[in-house]
């Protein structure tokens, strides 16, 4: 059992910076991620719109995954450590967390930074499980090359919609945006240049009620949300962009404040209604869900962490 200053869950961009603040701050400082470091980062094409990320010298900017791959280094080299692994459970006792893994190591630590994120919301129509990795998928990045030239449905109507319908009308003349209001929620900026184009039709009031096929995707059933009036219409791949679900599975026994759509409740230091317990990033209420914002909050989060471990040590 080993006994550490904070603990971090989530290798996300809020959680490598809250590791980077949190050992800069001399705490000893561990990661615990889950699945792959860099969280949902990675999947990120170009990363036009973090500051100070503009590319030079005819050089693009530099790509979800590279950023995070800094943000690793970084952390390290300012002394956290990072471990991918599952975790079993998250207990308080007293005035500390115990943290058990899968594999039975347990750490202790008086603080914890939860940054787990969130990960797509499922639309949970028929077809969708079926040709998931078959024509379904819910990240352009991965999967777009599949389907250069083809016919692709984009569903969706925030941010993360507009920019992968524009990395995918990079592949095809043929990108099909459905969005089930009649206006983006997305930023200005973003669905201005999504709606001029010319590879992207879009089509408002309009949703999805059906993915068919046999072996992969062939059809797409529609409806009109103003007139009730449904089509089918070929189609080779639907990409699925259509919010996201918090990952809050891993504190389930902890009771912990949350808003109605499970989101974890945090003030203006990032703290939540447990003692000691913090959250950063896509996986508390009210985030603006981007990289530099989970950046902050992770930042936020650790300067408090190592001012609440001060004061229990004085």
Do not use: W
């Not at 956290?80 to 594999?103: C, Q, R």
């Not at 009620?209 to 080779?236: P, R």
């Not at 508390?284 to 914002?293: H, I, K, L, Y």
């Amino acid at each position: 059992m080993a006994i550490l200053d904070l603990i971090i869950i989530g290798a996300g961009p809020a959680g490598l910076t809250a590791a980077q603040y949190g050992a800069r701050a001399n705490l000893k400082v561990l990661v615990i991620e889950m699945l792959s470091v860099g969280g949902q980062a990675i999947l990120i094409d170009v990363l036009e719109n973090y500051p100070g990320n503009a590319g030079q010298n005819d050089m693009p900017p530099k790509s979800g995954y590279e950023f995070a791959v800094d943000l690793h280094r970084q952390a390290e080299l300012f002394g956290a450590s990072i471990i991918i692994n599952k975790i079993k459970s998250v207990k308080k006792i007293d005035s500390f967390f115990e943290v058990l893994l899968d594999d039975g190591t347990m750490y202790l630590a008086p603080v914890i930074i939860i940054a787990t994120g969130a990960k797509p919301r499922l639309l949970e129509i028929p077809g969708e499980a079926a040709f998931t990795g078959r024509g379904v998928s819910y990240c352009a990045t991965c999967d777009g090359h599949f389907f250069k030239g083809k016919k692709i449905f984009v569903v969706g109507g925030g941010d993360a919609a507009c920019d992968e319908a524009r990395y995918l009308a990079n592949l095809t003349t043929k990108v099909i945006l459905i969005h089930r209001r009649d206006s983006f929620r997305a930023q200005k900026a973003l669905a201005a240049r999504t709606l001029e184009n010319p590879n992207i039709e879009v089509r408002f009031n309009t949703v999805i009620k059906e993915i068919k096929g046999e072996q992969k995707v062939k059809t797409v059933v529609l409806q009109k949300t103003d007139n009730s009036d449904s089509y089918e219409e070929d189609a080779d791949a639907v990409f699925i962009f259509a919010g996201t679900v918090p990952q809050t599975s891993v504190i389930n026994n902890l009771e912990i404040e949350k808003n109605e759509d499970g989101y974890i409740i945090v003030n203006q230091k990032m703290e939540t209604s447990i003692e000691g317990l913090y959250a950063a990033g896509d996986v508390r209420a009210g985030a603006f869900r981007q990289v530099v914002t989970a950046a902050a909050d992770g930042a936020i989060a650790a300067h408090n962490a190592a001012k609440f471990i001060d004061q229990m040590n004085n």
